[in-house]
């Protein structure tokens, strides 16, 4: 079945770059979509069609993809962006979609 | 505003069946796909599958096809996840969410998810 691969975890200092990857084979034809989820909360879309922000998420996050990777951008990063950051997609087929096993940010 | 609103969190025991529900407003009920996910304790996110509420169109992910039941009831907007019998790794929370269609060249896509509900934690025990 079709998979996509993040790193676990990421820890940057305050104000640095975290730049978070994930990694599928039908990238270069499917969208990616990221979601940020707090401890406790439901998910909160971040990126959507690789990389268009909907309302309300800071310009410091942004999303790109180059070949088999999307990648979730924060400038600047700061404490209150810590949380599991997972990418979405679908297969080749386009029928069944995935979430890569998420990335815990730290920041500090 | 859109809003998928969740039942409550459910107590169960192994064996018992169960149907959790997620109720969708503020948006036109039978235009978007919706959507289940697992997240069991300390883990990541599961698609687990998708329904079109206009015609109820489903798709299952490998995983959980023949475990639970994925329906639909347009005239009442709702969604709904069922077990016919529960087991104890069946504890977890579970999400219903709304997938946003995209379009290109005059051809719509399904989408990835644009809003969530709130979560129903299901706890399965003897």
């Known amino acids: 079945s079709y998979e996509l691969t993040q790193p676990p975890s990421l820890s940057v200092s305050p104000g640095q770059t975290a730049r978070i990857t994930c990694s599928g084979d039908?990238?270069?034809?499917?969208?990616a979509y990221w979601y940020r989820q707090k401890s406790d909360q439901a998910p909160v879309l971040v990126i959507y069609e690789d990389s268009k922000r909907p309302s309300g998420i800071p310009e410091r996050v942004s999303g790109s993809t180059s070949g088999t990777m999307a990648t979730l951008t924060i400038s600047g990063a700061q404490v209150e962006d810590e949380a599991d950051y997972y990418c979405y997609s679908t297969d080749s087929s386009g029928y069944h979609w995935v979430f890569g096993g998420g990335t815990k940010l730290t920041v500090l | 505003e859109v809003q998928l609103v969740q039942s409550g969190p459910e107590v169960k025991k192994p064996g018992e069946s169960l149907k959790i529900s997620c109720k969708g407003s503020?948006?036109?009920?039978?235009?978007?796909?919706i959507g289940w996910v697992r997240q069991m304790p300390g883990k990541g996110l599961e698609w687990m599958g998708i329904i079109h509420p206009s015609d109820s169109d489903t798709r299952y992910s490998p995983s959980f096809q023949g475990q639970v039941t994925v329906s639909a009831d347009k005239s009442i907007s709702t969604a709904y996840l069922q077990w016919s019998s529960l087991k104890a790794s069946d504890t977890a929370m579970y999400y219903c969410?709304?997938?946003?269609?995209?379009?290109?060249?005059?051809?719509?896509?399904?989408?990835?998810?644009?809003?969530w509900g709130q979560g129903t934690l299901v706890t399965v025990s003897s």
């Open positions: 039908a990238l270069p034809k499917k969208y």
């Open positions: 969410a709304r997938h946003a269609p995209y379009c290109s060249d005059d051809i719509c896509y399904t989408g990835g998810i644009d809003y």
């Open positions: 503020g948006y036109s009920f039978t235009n978007y796909w």
